[in-house]
């Protein structure tokens, strides 16, 4: 028999609320997950998800990019920041900071974001008012490696939810969240598991070359 793998060792950078982090912890906590949560960082000192980290005995660090002259010196430091706790993953998790190319490339390849839209769609800021605005009838989150291009590195997996009659900004982040919080854990836990690499530009699950993203709820052979 062979002994179970140690737990991946990741960081989870935040600057809010920390739902997704949250996500993650507790499918970690269920046994679901083989990951452990080395640190979290902040950008923010006031992030909500500080609180909840610090309750649980995680490290916790806060760096302000007022503290530093430009995006390459702070990119440097959060790097440094990041690099001691040895992660294997980094999990950008609403970490709301363009991050210099450098802290990028660091960790490219073992670096994955959530991002509120169907990317390539509404990259940025404000997906729910513009997939709104735009008259989208669905919508939706996507997991995605991190490139020095924003939100533009090759996306593993999408969730997708309809817009419905009467829906504001609010109960449109409200519906995209729940599935932020399906398909965040379940992209570690491939991770985890070394399904999932990022090689040639592209997102790689179990040996196959994804040219276009899987879908929750309507891939068969991805498994868990
Ligand atoms: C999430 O909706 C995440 O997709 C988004 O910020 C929110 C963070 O929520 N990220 C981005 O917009 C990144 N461009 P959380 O703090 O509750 O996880």
Redesign the pocket.
Known sequence: MTAPLPPLRVVVL????????KAIAARADAGELPVRIEAVVSDRADAG?LEWARARGLAVSVLSPRDFADRETYGRALGDIVESHTPQLVV?????RILSDEFVLRFAGRML????SLLPKYPG?H?HRRALAAGEREHG?SVHFVTPEL?GGPVVLQARVPVLPGDDAESL?AR??RE?HVIYPRCVGWFAAGRLACRDGAAWLDGRRLDAPVVQGNDTKEGA
């Open positions: 935040v600057s809010g609320r920390g739902s997704n982090l998800a950008l998790a609403g970490f709301m974001n959530i991002h509120p800021l997906t989150a939100d982040a995209v969240l932020e």
